[in-house]
Nanobody, 120 residues
Framework: VQLVESGGGLVQAGGSLRLSCAASGFFFSINVMGWYRQAPGKQRELVATITSGGSTNYADSVKGRFTISRDNARNTVNLQMNNLKPEDTGVYSC???????????????WGQGTQVTVSS
């Protein structure tokens, strides 16, 4: 399974960015898709996840500012980030849990990460 991320970059505080992640390869379906981030000197943390049914979960720090969405037909997940703050700076990585063998054998994969830098 390969994950290709796009959309990172440099933005001023208050600005917006949209991250995208496309999954390809052999799998039967994707259970959960999500975004995680790692700031310099800190551990990786969950940003947002979305299930195949559309249920979402957000870190408290991004609620009301970020929106996660997915296209099941295209195996993509997006993260719309609005009102960005300097503390949102970090490497954002896509993560997916896929079913690799029926009925429920799963595997977890990570993207290579994309840098998001928010200047004050």
């Amino acid at each position: 399974v390969q994950l290709v991320e796009s959309g990172g970059g440099l933005v001023q505080a208050g600005g917006s960015l949209r991250l995208s992640c496309a999954a390809s390869g052999f799998f039967f379906s994707i259970n959960v898709m999500g975004w995680y981030r790692q700031a310099p000197g800190k551990q990786r943390e969950l940003v947002a996840t979305i299930t195949s049914g559309g249920s979402t979960n957000y870190a408290d720090s991004v609620k009301g500012r970020f929106t996660i969405s997915r296209d099941n037909a295209r195996n993509t997940v997006n993260l719309q980030m609005n009102n960005l703050k300097p503390e949102d700076t970090g490497v954002y990585s896509c993560n997916v849990e896929v079913i690799v063998r029926l009925p429920r054998q799963t595997a977890n994969y990570w993207g290579q990460g994309t840098q998001v830098t928010v200047s004050s």
